[in-house]
């Protein structure tokens, strides 16, 4: 049976297998002795006995001398961090993927990057790098929001205007930011959902989302972009743009529920239409149909002396022609420029006068009647 808590973890002998409860109470109370070597010895003796000492430390915590209470909450962070390790070295030495020796959110990780060696030592990185945020995580999603939330200012904080420290930024912190972020159960803010789509830009992360053999940083991506968000929240945008920038499929979902009626702002909106035609297929042309009566303007531009408006419908149009393998041209769109991330720029998907759009509409339906019924 795997592990499931540090104190199940067969380590070396220490301290801890000799002591017994008198003489950590002993030790405990030396913590506020009048002398400092006392204290100071006794505050190393409970370190080195470790984790049969925690609950002994965990009551000190409310002590009534304030000596007392500072040592045994110094005491439990260090026995607390000297446990981590030795779990974290057991965890990469043992292959065995049950095992997981209590570290936070390895199950859920696993379903998502897999268990190979590449996997696991991602996930000892991460969780080298965000400790705290992955026990948030696993322990208390619905409060971890407001920690990611906090990670994602202080890393931005600590690169701001630093080229170097920016192109340095840690693949594990992205990594373990991103997959607190693509939890359902964790509550994402609109600064935290901005953060983790600027860290989908950076060196390291872009590196290892087109690295061959495929990076298990990559399902923590898909995850991430994988989860719906309110229509009218950047974030539901955004991401469309982070999963064509990296072909990730786990978009398109979210991306329907975007263009449901009533629709969010045309402006964010054909984002969702273009990441279907990129990431979709054919059978998603039904979705969107009801798109073409959709008359909302995302631009008005001036093209060789001609206005060319882009509307929602245009967006949609093109998107399924893509998606049928027709093309662009035969349907009378004359601006239309190619980009390698979006398929094309929104704007450049607008007609010259209502007349040539009725026309596409028209051939269209006619395909559509002989094609798709």
């Known amino acids: 049976m795997a592990p499931l808590f540090a104190a199940d973890v067969r380590l070396p002998a220490n301290a801890g297998e000799r002591a017994d409860a008198d003489q950590i109470a002993i030790l405990v109370r030396e913590l506020g002795a009048n002398r400092f070597i006392v204290r100071q010895h006794a505050q190393r003796a409970l370190v080195e006995i470790g984790l049969p000492a925690k609950a002994a430390l965990e009551t000190a915590v409310h002590d009534p001398d304030g000596e007392v209470r500072q040592r045994a909450r110094q005491a439990l962070a260090a026995i607390a961090d000297v446990d981590f390790h030795a779990r974290l070295g057991a965890f990469l030495a043992d292959l065995d993927p049950d095992h997981h020796y209590g570290l936070a959110g390895w199950q859920r990780y696993r379903s998502l990057s897999g268990e190979s060696p590449a996997a696991r030592r991602l996930f000892a990185d991460m969780q080298r790098a965000e400790r705290e945020l992955l026990e948030a995580v696993a322990n208390a999603p619905a409060q971890a929001g407001a920690l990611l939330d906090a990670r994602c200012q202080q890393v931005e904080n600590g690169i701001a205007g630093d ?84 072909h990730l499929k786990e978009a398109v979902a979210p991306a329907l529920k975007l263009i449901q009626p009533p629709g969010g702002r045309p402006e964010w909106e054909h984002f969702a239409i273009l990441a279907i035609a990129k990431l979709g297929g054919q059978e998603h042309v039904a979705a969107l149909e009801p798109l073409l009566n959709d008359e909302r303007t995302i631009d008005a531009s001036d093209r060789g002396g001609q206005k060319s408006d882009a509307e929602i419908r245009d967006v949609a149009l093109a998107a399924m022609l893509h998606l049928t393998g027709q093309k662009l041209s035969d349907y009378g769109f004359q601006h239309a420029k190619a980009n390698p991330t979006l398929l094309w720029n929104a704007t450049s998907l607008g007609f010259n006068d209502p007349a040539a759009r009725e026309e596409a509409l028209k051939k269209w339906r006619a395909w559509a009647e002989k094609h798709l019924k």
Do not use: C
């Open 163 to 246: 080229p170097f420290k920016q192109s340095h930024l840690s693949l594990a912190t992205m990594s373990a930011l991103l997959f607190a972020g693509g939890n359902p159960e964790v509550p994402v803010s609109a600064h935290a959902g901005g953060s983790l789509f600027s860290f989908g830009s950076q060196a390291a992360l872009a590196q290892a989302m087109h690295a061959r053999p495929p990076s298990p940083v990559r399902p923590l991506v898909a995850a991430w972009v994988g989860r719906s968000f309110e229509i009218d929240s950047l974030t539901s945008y955004r991401n469309q743009l982070l999963a064509m920038q990296y």
